[in-house]
């Protein structure tokens, strides 16, 4: 049963991810491969907090989500100024770039080794450790970020972002409004990302750096495609579909470990699959031409 409950604990992780992602991929249109350093920005910053400061796990997460959003200001400023291909580029060299910090200040993220022993999570005088009590709070977590990122985006505001998505150039007599509008969308996204960067790491109780790679920032990224990107529902069920695909290849391969190493060549040749018959996803959203 906990093994239940750990699935359903990752399908929130991911929840909360892929909703995040979709305001810059979806509404903003812009392709960005960094998702997952602003992950491991909240991860290791919450972690760092907790394991040398002592902080409790509400101020460790708050330090977390602060440090992303301040790591996504230059992000969101450079983003402003590269389209297509650069877009992927840049934030794909992020990504690496943050990685190898990750690697190598040993000092602070424990390098290759990670940050272990993460206490486990605590909300006030509730010590919340079970398998199945955070894999529940999480997932309450997860609805509210939905809800909560479902009520900006199905707003009005959608048609601001949409605007910069389908025409940037249109957008170049409001610079200031549009300059504003990308720094609070990377906030959004980045800080929501950090939260969950934050319950990853007491869940875990154990990060290190190659969780975030580039492995992670494709999961994710295929999540927010599969499922539609710019529709409420599509990052969750684009989710829910990428994370059954490990389950499916074990229970294809009866537990080999060989099959079970095939996970990303079968998630591959899915996204193949779907970009060449339904690129708008499954519940046909924003196609990047």
């Given at each position: 049963m906990n093994y239940v409950f750990h699935i359903l604990f990752l399908l929130g992780i991911y929840v909360i991810l892929t909703v995040s992602l979709d305001i810059l991929v979806g509404h903003l249109g812009l392709l960005v491969l960094c998702h997952s350093a602003f992950f491991a920005v909240g991860a290791y910053v919450s972690a760092y907090a907790m394991l040398n400061a002592g902080w409790p796990f509400v101020m460790a997460a708050c330090l977390g989500v602060l440090a992303t959003v301040m790591f996504s200001i230059p992000v969101a400023l450079t983003a402003m100024r590269l389209r297509g291909d650069a877009i992927v580029l840049g934030s794909f060299s992020l990504l690496l770039i943050t990685v190898d910090l990750l690697k190598n200040l040993r000092g602070i993220t424990g390098g290759l080794d990670g940050l272990r022993d993460i206490p486990p999570m605590r909300l006030g005088v509730w010590s919340i450790t079970s398998i199945p009590a955070q894999a529940i709070f999480v997932v309450l977590v997860a609805v509210v970020c939905w809800l909560s990122i479902g009520r900006i985006t199905c707003s009005a505001q959608r048609y601001f972002l949409h605007a910069l998505r389908d025409d940037p150039h249109a957008a170049v007599g409001l610079r200031a409004f549009s300059a504003s509008l990308y720094l609070r969308s990377f906030a959004l996204a980045s800080?929501?990302?950090?939260?969950?960067?934050?319950?990853?790491?007491t869940y875990m109780t154990y990060i290190n750096p190659n969780v975030f790679g580039a492995d992670q920032a494709i999961t994710l990224t295929t999540m927010v495609l599969i499922?539609?990107?710019?529709?409420?529902?599509?990052?969750?069920?684009?989710?829910?579909?990428?994370?059954?695909?490990?389950?499916?290849?074990?229970?294809?391969?009866?537990?080999?470990?060989?099959?079970g190493a095939m996970n990303y060549a079968v998630m591959g040749i899915v996204l193949i699959l779907f970009a060449a018959f339904r690129p708008r996803g499954i519940l046909g959203g924003y196609e990047f031409k």
């Open positions: 800080g929501v990302a950090g939260l969950a960067g934050a319950f990853y790491a499922g539609g990107a710019s529709k409420p529902l599509g990052p969750i069920l684009g989710a829910a579909v990428v994370l059954s695909i490990p389950e499916f290849v074990r229970t294809l391969g009866g537990g080999s470990a060989e099959v």
